[in-house]
């Protein structure tokens, strides 16, 4: 049929725990999200078959909204009559722990960062990063591949007609490590070379026999040039052939979807790349999960995403404590923390994780350590979201070794339009404000942005379903998908003392109102904006702050309203709490009552 | 809709029990189906590939990496011996030489004239796989590994450090105290102790030092656990832990007391042989530590035993959750429609009565069966 008339959608997402089935139909015009249906996920023993939990999600999607779309344990695709089953059957995947690779390349910098940004974009988890300026001895090299068992390996490194000796060297390490995919027992482990094509028959000398290597185009072919598209598709591609043959049931799923599965990440991406394209703005999405914190940016052209493996709020959630450490954690609560009792009490979430908090207390506990997770997992996908390093200066490749100047970040706050939560601790926070409250303290995010969280985790059905039809993916995402909190002005830049003014505003709404107010230094505001609504006008920061054309210099902005409203945000940033703890209590619950929340002594 | 179901350890004095062994690569299986197997039997090997030594020939000699075929005196897929001379080059009509040998014995396996270097593949190392529990062997995977079959009473903690072992179930004197290192005698070599509230430490350390197996307790102060591994575990996923002994906690962190059900069980399985692990992963494929006493008579239960089920009205529970950490209780009332809790989320919950008298609502995310 024609893809374009297309107009029923069944799509699933196998997770790690949760396999999630969701519905879209066509009504009246136009395309909605009908229902949603879940399951566990069946990789592991004793069901070790993926379409268990498929059709166990499908046949709750099928109860729930009364639409036939299963035939026994078949799927009904393409749909009979106009009540049955459904035109396209989709679904991504991130079950039995994703997509596992360990990318290599010569300079730890420069291509090994272009092969990990490569990995992470087509969805996978980079579980080790191999340069030969790594520190690291040989045989630490060596144990660490064979300890970790990869399903993939993405070797770049030297930019073509440069290097050959250390692209050999790291094939011999490779060689030495003659690790196993973690799948399919006497399969050869699938290797993409995307580095130096001069290097090619070397390193195929060295592992061709052993490994399933296949040739790419070079993802550095010049120093000031990344070229990562062939080595991503490539990716996909082996992840399909070799991964999702080996994983269970895969190849039984992959004979009923009407496209290729895609790894989780790698949808929510392109759902992110999507939204950021028609909206003509900067965006950044985070995934929260138990075990890891995903983040997704796109800024101008160039998209990024990275995995903070071990930032979660269950299963990785000693970590974040362990990383952030007790301070700025308890910086966020407004009472006492008795150290020993918050890491029992997380251990005991880190054990039982799907626990909820039941106290207020507890509950603030949770957002403190979602604030510090978001924190983290940013200052890592800043460092990796960086333009090319090593162009600015002719050097030999000798001399790049020794270089360490950072390249600047392209994560720019102060251009940053939207910021999209998703996540249980985000979408499912027993008030929104919260929602918006965790991303202000977490990102940090300057100027103007607005703010907005994902319903039901629906972004990887929608990121595959954009593949294939982006008219039905673009209209569920706005109206069913995204939430729309409102926009943040936050105010950067530190007063002298708290009370003086930070910045004036002077806006029309949309229902003819008109909001002229001065927000103070230390001072947040709620300003009632209902979705749908905006408010337009010129925001003057005074001549300590910057709210986006530079200190003291107004803005002319439009602002959108949703269900938090708007927040004003006076407390300055970079963000900095007192150090007196009785004062820092108040102000935290200050600014709670100030955004309509429950004060907690 | 008056019902719901939660998820609990399994805790039993009689299920089938199924391990499947598995080679980390592929090797031989040396056992047959309907063989009785110990828990030290080797039921498969396979040999590991040596490790690669990678000579820096060109570098050696002195030479460019391209000159490296003529210089070599061993030939690719060649066994070498231990010391070995496999290149060589001259200097002034023969006056200097520069030589490379080998390390270690092993067989050429790559000579490279881009790097110039030159791999030697060592021996493969043999692995061995031990049976880890007294049983019959029910499958054998060719190549790979076997399944093994024991009627046992099976006793699932929530986590654990440390692998699998072997030992004796001994319940210490005094089972409702703290375990402290004055506990710990001679007489526990090789012993599972069992204590029902916490361990310190250092007694920790003790018993490894003394030769104990394995330490089944209730809970644990998170300090005493960071104290026994010298780090911060920062993920759930354990059981490579080089402790000397393996650690089960059967309810979690903090004082918590091992649950009666679980306790007695242990009890009444006093001086038998049981197996040991600690290992626990709670993600995707959830690993729970476990402790397996296969059963003396050999009895096979009706049916598996699955941790969990069914809550209802007089179901036994333990609230797992602030604020009513640890309690033990039983269900009055499971009410059908979501409850607004004190964070203002709404979620199904439940009634309960602790054992103390005292009604309280908790959500029912927050309860395990007991």
Redesign the interface.
């Known amino acids: 049929m024609d893809i374009e008339q297309a107009d029923s959608f069944l799509i699933t997402d196998c997770g790690?725990?949760t396999t999630k089935a969701i519905l879209i139909l066509k009504k009246e015009g136009s395309y909605r999200l009908i229902g949603r249906g879940e399951a566990p996920?069946t990789?592991?023993?004793p069901f070790d078959d993926v379409t268990v939990g498929v059709i166990t999600s499908v046949t709750e999607l099928q109860e729930l909204t009364g639409r036939k779309l299963l035939d026994g344990n078949t799927i009904i695709c393409p749909k009979r009559g106009q009540d049955e089953g459904v035109d396209l059957f989709l679904s991504t995947s991130s079950?039995?722990?994703g997509l596992q690779m360990c990318v290599a390349g010569v300079i730890k910098a420069m291509t090994a960062e272009s092969a990990e940004r490569a990995a992470l974009g087509a969805g996978a988890i980079v579980i080790d990063v191999l340069a030969v300026d790594d520190g690291r001895k040989?045989h630490e090299r060596?144990e660490r591949i064979r300890h970790l068992r990869p399903d993939m390996f993405l070797m770049a490194g030297g930019t073509d007609g440069g290097t050959?000796?250390?692209?050999?060297?790291l094939a011999?390490?490779l060689?030495?490590a003659?690790t196993?995919p973690r799948f399919g027992?006497?399969f050869k482990l699938p290797v993409i070379y995307a580095g130096n094509v001069d290097?090619r028959a070397?390193v195929r000398?060295?592992i061709g026999k052993k490994m399933a290597v296949k040739d790419m185009p070079n993802i550095r072919p010049r120093l000031e040039a990344e070229n990562l598209a062939p080595a991503r598709e490539a990716i996909h591609e082996l992840f399909l052939e070799h991964v999702m043959q080996q994983a269970p049931g895969y190849n039984r799923l992959m004979s009923w979807t009407s496209g290729d599965i895609m790894p989780t990440p790698m949808a929510v991406g392109r759902a992110v790349q999507t939204f950021a394209e028609e909206e003509g703005a900067n965006a950044l999405a985070v995934d929260i999960g138990?075990?890891t914190t995903d983040i997704f940016s796109v800024f101008g052209e160039i998209f990024n995403r990275t995995v903070s493996a071990?930032y979660g709020m269950?299963?990785?959630i000693?970590?974040v404590l362990?990383?952030a450490g007790i301070a700025n954690v308890s910086q966020w609560v407004p009472f006492d923390l008795d150290e020993?009792?918050l890491?029992?009490?997380l251990?005991?979430?880190?054990?039982?994780?799907?626990?909820?908090?039941?106290?207020?207390p507890?509950?603030l506990i949770e957002q403190a350590i979602a604030r510090e997770a978001l924190r983290l997992s940013l200052e890592h996908h800043k460092l990796l979201a960086v333009g090319l390093k090593g162009i600015q200066r002719r050097r030999t490749l000798s001399d790049a070794f020794s270089q360490t100047e950072a390249a600047e970040t392209l994560v720019d706050m102060m251009a940053l339009d939207w910021v999209i939560g998703s996540g249980g601790v985000l979408s499912?926070a027993?008030?929104r404000t919260q929602a918006a409250w965790m991303m202000l303290d977490g990102f940090q995010p300057q100027g103007v942005t607005t703010l907005a969280v994902d319903s039901i985790f629906m972004m990887p059905q929608i990121g595959i379903l954009s593949e294939q039809h982006p008219a039905a993916a673009g209209e569920v995402f706005r109206r069913d998908c995204l939430i729309v909190l409102g926009s943040a002005v936050t105010a950067v830049g530190h007063g002298k003392r708290d009370g003086e003014a930070a910045l004036k505003l002077d806006l029309a709404t949309s229902d003819g109102r008109s909001i002229k107010e001065t927000v103070r230094y230390g001072e947040m505001r709620l300003i009632p904006l209902e979705l749908g609504q905006t408010a337009e006008g010129t925001i003057t920061p005074t001549k300590r702050f910057d709210v986006g054309a530079g200190r003291g210099r107004p803005v002319e902005a439009q602002l959108k309203g949703g269900s938090v409203g708007l927040i004003v945000d006076g407390r300055g940033i970079p963000r900095r709490l007192p150090d007196d703890d009785a004062t820092r209590r108040a102000k935290l619950n200050e600014w709670a009552e100030a955004l309509g929340l429950?004060r907690v002594e | 809709m008056g019902t719901a179901y939660t998820p609990g350890l399994t805790v039993t004095p009689n299920t089938i029990v199924r391990k499947t062994r598995k080679l980390p690569i592929k090797g031989t299986v040396l056992v047959k189906k309907g063989v009785r197997v110990e828990p030290e039997t080797i039921v498969a090997r396979a040999d590991l590939p040596g490790d690669l030594d990678q000579i820096k020939v060109a570098n050696l000699l002195g030479v460019n990496p391209g000159e490296i075929p003529q210089k070599m005196l061993v030939k690719l897929d060649e066994t070498v011996a231990e010391g070995q001379l496999i290149a060589r080059t001259t200097f002034f009509f023969g006056l200097f030489k520069s030589e490379a040998r080998v390390p270690a014995a092993g067989t050429i396996e790559y000579i490279s004239d881009v790097s110039g270097n030159v791999g030697i593949r060592r021996p493969p190392k043999p692995v061995e796989l031990t049976a880890y529990v007294r049983g019959t062997v029910v499958e054998v995977i060719p190549e790979e590994g076997v399944v093994i079959e024991t009627p046992a009473a099976l006793v699932q903690g929530i986590f654990g450090v440390g692998g699998e072992r072997e030992g004796t179930i001994t319940i210490m004197p005094e089972p409702d105290r703290t375990i402290e290192p004055r506990d710990i005698t001679d007489a526990l070599r090789g012993k599972i102790i069992i204590g029902r509230r916490l361990i310190t430490g250092e007694a920790l350390r003790h018993a490894a030092r003394a030769g104990v197996v394995g330490v089944v307790t209730g809970g644990i102060v998170d300090k005493e656990l960071i104290e026994l591994l010298g780090y911060e575990i920062g993920v759930a996923i354990t059981g490579d832990e080089a402790v000397g002994l393996t650690l089960v906690l059967t309810e979690g962190f903090g004082e918590i007391e091992m649950a009666q059900k679980t306790f007695d069980l242990l009890q009444s399985l006093e001086g038998q042989e049981g197996s040991i692990n600690g290992a626990t992963q709670i993600r995707a494929g959830v690993i729970r530590p476990e402790i397996i006493v296969p059963r003396r008579d050999g009895a096979a239960p009706g049916e598996r035993a699955q941790g969990g089920g069914e809550l209802k009205i007089g179901s036994r529970i333990r609230i797992i959750r602030e604020p009513h950490f640890g309690r033990l209780g039983a269900v009055t009332e499971l009410p059908p429609e979501l409850v607004r809790i004190e964070t203002g989320a709404m979620v199904r919950t439940l009634r309960a009565k602790l054992n103390d008298g005292k009604a309280v609502v908790v959500p029912r995310a927050n309860v395990e069966l007991v």
């Open positions: 790690s725990t996920t990789v592991e023993a079950a039995g722990g040989e060596i050959r000796t250390h692209l050999a060297e011999g390490t060689l030495a003659d196993k027992a006497g290097a070397a000398d060295i138990g075990a071990n269950s299963y990785s000693c970590n362990k990383e020993p009792k890491r029992n009490m251990r005991n979430k880190m054990i039982r994780p799907t626990t909820i908090p039941q106290s207020l507890d509950l499912h027993p008030s429950e």
